[in-house]
């Protein structure tokens, strides 16, 4: 078993493994062994698609169907299979079945390829109905890896290896096959015998690419959680892989996944919370292996276990992590230089303020590198303004009930603003001098 404790998106505070990755050979675990991440794989996918949504070549909204025209074929008894989209995939709420057809884990017998799967759509089928309840689904990412290849016209593993993988130097991160320099740094899978503390080796398993394929080890993975934890640190710096506000979309947990409220579903990732932490994870599982990576944006900390057997690999890696936290001390604020409000955003900060429906003072200012709205009397409420075409107009920004509205910004002749149309309420403006100030 390997394992890694991680502080902040640079530092490793530790790396280390245990025990054997071949017992026939004894050959010791190190972070640099290899191990099946299994459905951890997923995360990558979804990343794949994000970048293809970012680069507008598809939208998480559309449907299936739209990209796998077999699909048309395929069983769904509750609503037409245009309500299976790309977003209910993503988020495992899409009702899809479990797993492709034929599938049976104890020989195991599994079918990893998209294109055989949807040669018989007839035996694909929607369980639930769409957005119902969530329901994991590996079929779903399997054809999710199938529209990333048709979209970019660039085959799955590849357009993961060159989009994704290279630019963040995971050079120890592939599907199979894998090249031989790779394939000598493999940790050997292994179950439990019944009834007997002996371990037996398991069997090679059928390929497999978008929902679980991937071999990687520690140190690789400790740079795509860091890669995840930099979306947290300062304004959104351009990246070759995914912008962090779209790595912020995938980790914001989109419905609740049990009655305890503990634990939740977003784009790839999951959240489970435990004292008072919210822990982004996610874990994985073929014969011979189960793997589980998690980390905490609020602390900057993660942690990677990655285990050649069965074991709680998500409950190790939480309690690895909290350690982390615990030798790493509590963080030094970041120091970062105010960005400086636009000029063309100047004129419009101050005071508004609305006389009838209660009355209401909205307080418009630049802070952190955004737009938004505040309540002085209520810190914890915000409502950022995206810009549009025109200087005027903007649009509220996600994370609050008014998003997607326009917000509408009114001038005199001379280019005074004089009030803001916020959705479908007027606020007159309170304060303004020649020099633009705001109080």
Request: proline share 8%; with cysteine; aromatic share 8%.
């Amino acid at each position: 078993m390997a394992q890694t404790l991680m502080c902040g998106p640079v530092q490793v505070l530790s790396r280390a493994g245990a025990g054997f990755a071949d017992l026939s050979t004894q050959v010791a675990s190190d972070p640099g062994t290899l191990y099946r991440i299994a459905s951890i794989t997923k995360t990558f996918t979804g990343a794949a698609v994000m970048q293809l949504r970012d680069a507008g070549r598809l939208d998480l909204g559309d449907p299936a169907v739209k990209y796998l025209p077999e699909l048309r074929a395929a069983v769904s008894p509750f609503t037409a299979i245009e309500a299976v989209t790309i977003r209910r995939m993503l988020c495992h709420e899409s009702g899809l079945a479990a797993e492709p057809p034929g599938t049976d884990w104890s020989g195991p017998v599994y079918q990893g390829d998209p294109k055989v799967t949807l040669a018989r759509p007839v035996d694909i089928a929607v369980m639930l109905p769409p957005n119902a309840q969530h329901k994991y689904s590996d079929l779903a990412y399997q054809l999710l890896g199938e529209i990333v290849t048709r979209v970019s016209a660039v085959p799955y593993d590849r357009y993961v290896r060159e989009l994704i993988l290279d630019p963040l130097g995971m050079s120890a991160t592939g599907f199979e096959p894998l090249g031989t320099l790779l394939l000598s740094r493999r940790a050997a899978g292994y179950s439990m015998r019944p009834f007997s503390d002996e371990l037996d080796l398991e069997p090679a398993f059928p390929p497999v690419w978008a929902e679980g394929g991937l071999w990687s080890c520690v140190q690789d993975l400790a740079r795509w959680i860091s890669f995840q934890l930099r979306a947290y640190t300062g304004a959104d710096a351009p990246s070759p892989v995914l912008a962090a506000a779209s790595l912020r979309e995938m980790h914001k947990p989109r419905y609740l996944a049990d009655d305890d409220w503990t634990s939740a579903w977003g784009i790839s990732w999951y959240t489970n919370r435990q004292d008072d932490v919210s822990w982004i994870q996610h874990s994985g599982g073929l014969p011979g292996f189960t793997t589980s990576v998690c980390f905490d944006p609020r602390q900057q900390v993660g942690a990677i276990v990655l285990h050649n057997g069965t074991s709680f690999t998500a409950e190790v890696a939480q309690q690895l992590a909290v350690t982390a936290c615990r030798l790493a001390g509590p963080a030094l604020p970041a120091v970062a230089v105010s960005v400086p409000a636009p000029a063309r955003y100047r004129p419009l900060l101050g005071l508004y303020a609305r006389a009838g429906l209660g009355g209401g003072v909205l307080s418009l200012q630049w802070r952190e590198g955004e737009l938004a709205f505040l309540i002085p009397e209520i810190p914890s409420w915000q409502l950022t303004l995206e810009p549009t075409s025109d200087p005027d107009v903007f649009v509220a920004g996600p994370g609050s009930d008014l998003a997607g509205e326009n917000v509408i910004f009114r001038r005199r002749n001379d280019g005074h603003v004089t009030s803001v149309l916020l959705v479908q309420a007027t606020y007159l403006r309170q304060d303004h001098d020649s020099r633009n100030r705001t109080i």
